[in-house]
């Protein structure tokens, strides 16, 4: 590994005064990447960005390997020299660069900071917790600073359709690090995140036999009818104490009114907070038998993401979060979320995870999307203290 974040030995602790010196640098970088827009699959936008934010990170300092994404731009990784050589495993921090806004978005929601708001497409999630986490970087290498076995920046380009490129990268990234600080943005007050529910998608489809539907229907087996009974069913796996939802978002089936349906299908939307619990409703989903005989069920899908479940390695970064946190003079809670994150691959993968290190805001995946501009100062100051303290 590369790098300068060596250390010139003892010096004064990092404070939000510090993070408060480089806020209006980071607000006019944020501008930049905002203005740059990036919707996932615009490979062009997103090469854009990735070259902006590969410049910073080699002007701070990281050895910057670009991997390329087709279809979706490049992934970088920057990899920063241990403060103390042959001391174990680096430090992972995590984020991306796409955003769910089409490119125009700029001219319904144009940057620009409003009191104590910073709006922008793009702004929350999570294009101000980019500029945050650059610039803390920057503050320790500064301060010839950084966590004692070395960090690693990953930053993806295909977050927001599920990761569907870059999950084996991250998979074998947090497979080598000790610990992922994933810099989505905090839960509402500031809190980290240590628990986000997982994902699992399905599509049970139903194979029924057709017929006339005046003048035989008895012949028929229903394949809408058979789902209606079996979509019921499938409800009833929610499980309101465990937070387990099921949620059958779409359904399709036959060809005409006057025709028996032979085939229907629905796609199915799992959420847990619990693996146990996936692994639950997966069983008694591929165990579940027609209420028609002469009807076939089949099931396709299984999880998307595992849920990040809080154990008591992320409980310790947890709590180290709030004592660095509480020493800068505010507090940081713990939160739990029911979207996901690629802080859910990291810790499918074994690695120790806290997510939601980014700043506060609001309006995520909207036209009212902002962040709080009094979080860029401490926020810079928050994360750089905390990977120095790992």
């Known amino acids: 590994m590369t790098g300068n974040m060596t250390a010139p030995g003892a010096r004064t602790p990092i404070a939000v005064a510090d993070g408060d010196r480089l806020a209006p640098e980071c607000l006019d970088f944020l501008r930049e990447l905002v203005e740059c827009e990036s919707p996932t699959g615009d490979t062009r936008a997103n090469l854009r960005v990735a070259a902006i934010l590969e410049a910073f990170l080699t002007g701070v300092g990281g050895q910057v390997e670009r991997i390329e994404a087709p279809g979706y731009g490049d992934h970088l990784l920057a990899r920063f020299s241990a403060k103390i050589p042959e001391s174990g495993r680096p430090v992972l921090l995590l984020g991306h660069m796409d955003t769910v806004h089409p490119v125009g978005t700029l001219r319904e929601l144009p940057f620009e900071v409003t009191g104590d708001r910073v709006r922008g497409p793009g702004v929350y999630d999570m294009k101000g917790s980019l500029a945050v986490s650059l610039f803390a970087l920057r503050l320790l290498a500064e301060r010839g600073s950084g966590p004692r076995t070395g960090l690693t920046c990953m930053v993806t380009c295909d977050e927001e359709v599920g990761s569907p490129h870059s999950r084996e990268r991250i998979r074998v990234e947090a497979g080598g690090h000790r610990a992922a600080l994933v810099v989505e943005p905090s839960a509402p007050g500031g809190a980290v995140k240590t628990r986000r529910k997982g994902v699992a998608d399905y599509v049970l489809s139903v194979r029924g036999e057709s017929a006339h539907a005046g003048i035989e229907p008895e012949a028929g087996a229903s394949a809408i009818h058979e789902l209606a009974r079996q979509v019921s069913g499938i409800h009833d796996l ?105 802080g859910n691959l990291t810790a499918a993968a074994g690695c120790p995870t806290l997510d939601g290190i980014g700043p506060d805001g609001r309006g995520a995946h909207t036209l009212n999307e902002h962040i709080f501009r009094e979080e860029i100062g401490r926020r810079i100051a928050f994360l750089a203290r905390l990977i120095e303290t790992l």
């Open 238 to 342: 929610s499980n309101p104490e465990a937070e387990t939802t099921l949620n059958v978002g779409l359904i399709e089936g036959g060809t005409r009114s006057n025709v028996v349906a032979r085939r229907a299908s629905c796609t199915i939307d799992v959420r847990f907070f619990s693996n146990a619990e996936a692994e639950r409703v997966e069983a008694a989903l591929r165990s579940a038998r027609p209420h028609d005989p002469r009807c076939r069920l089949s099931v396709q899908g299984g999880v998307n993401r595992a849920a990040l479940e809080k154990t008591a390695a992320s409980g310790a970064l947890s709590r180290a979060a709030a004592t660095v946190a509480a020493d800068l003079g505010f507090g940081v809670g713990e939160a739990s979320t029911g979207g996901a994150s690629d």
